[in-house]
């Protein structure tokens, strides 16, 4: 894990060296020859109409109201009938939330990671606590056994310096092109959500896009 939160450091850092310089952001992944948005996890059929995009980080409790809140109803209502197109864009505050989105990607299929990943909001007060990130990895792989991932996979999930640096990468990205403030920061299509986090109020501004 000292390997793992080198690598986190360093790419805060070079968060920091973007913000002061606002290079351009092909110059930040000059190295990496997948495209960042090639990575989202996505859910929901390509040609619906509307594309949600939330940009949230696991240990945030806003985030996790939000999701836990809106996300299921979402997904009966209007992900699964082609309507709306669901992206979750990483944007991890802290190691222990980078480490919860290494897990979540451990799954090969988009299904079980959205289904990991609703798990993981659900039991947020129950992981995201403490300051030791091996007893929080720990806590984190109880939930991935949960969801049919086994303790080696996950091991190496979080070994995997490709998985870290597309992660951080995704939020090098979207701080370049939404400069996000906070988390959850959410757009329906390219308008920016600011309305409360119920699902009425979120319903009502699908509704008027259709």
Known sequence: MKK??????????????????????????????????DTILKIGSADSKITIKVFSSLTCPHCANFHTSIFEKLKKEYIDKGIVKFEHHSFPLDLAALNAEIIVRCHLDNNKSFQLLSE???????????????????????????????????????????????????????????KIESTPTIYINKKQYKDKHKYKQFKKAIEKLL
Do not use: H, P
């Open 4 to 37: 793992n939160r080198k690598f986190f450091f360093k790419i805060i850092s070079l968060l920091v060296l973007v913000t002061l310089t606002a290079c351009d952001s092909n110059e930040i992944i000059q190295n990496n020859d997948i495209k960042t948005e």
């Open 120 to 178: 993981i909001y659900k039991k947020q007060s129950q992981w995201a606590v403490g300051s030791d990130i091996n007893i929080i990895n720990e806590s984190i792989k109880k939930i991935g056994l949960d969801s049919g991932l086994d303790n080696n996979k996950m091991d190496k999930c979080l070994n995997n310096e490709t998985t870290q640096e597309t992660i951080l990468n995704e939020r090098i990205e979207a701080q370049k092109k939404y």
